[in-house]
């Protein structure tokens, strides 16, 4: 699971392994360790009873949490990713969710995990 976040913009992909856990488990996280007992983990999970994505900012941890019929149609289908705006004080923070493509640039990446990228199709 990749994380990236500039500016109000928060963006994780997943590769079709996690994927595959978010389907099963309803959930997948990964952990960042800074080492003396300091680390920071981002964690997506698919909730019932919420209607739209959100997050949730707790001290060291970034949860996505995606409603449970978008989060079992996003598994389940071609479709590429989420997207939601929230808005907040500085006029609104983006969460985008999306399936890890290949890169068309990038030699010596492992490509096994990752979907096809639409421009090699």
């Known amino acids: 699971m990749k994380l990236r976040i500039q500016e109000n913009t928060i963006r994780i992909r997943l590769a079709k392994s996690e994927i595959s856990l978010l389907s099963e488990r309803g959930f997948v996280e990964e952990k960042t360790v800074f ?23 707790e001290p060291f941890q970034i949860t996505i949490v995606l409603p449970e019929d978008l989060g ?5 289908t071609d479709r590429v990713g989420l997207e939601e705006i929230l808005e907040n004080e500085t006029g609104g923070l983006s969460i985008v969710i999306e399936k890890d493509f290949q890169c068309l640039h990038r030699e010596g990446e492992d490509k096994q995990d990752l979907y096809a990228h639409p421009k090699m199709r």
């Open 35 to 57: 080492g003396q007992g300091n680390e920071f983990r981002y964690r997506v999970e698919i909730t019932p009873g919420h209607s739209q994505l959100t997050v949730a900012i």
């Open 72 to 76: 079992k149609e996003w598994v389940e």
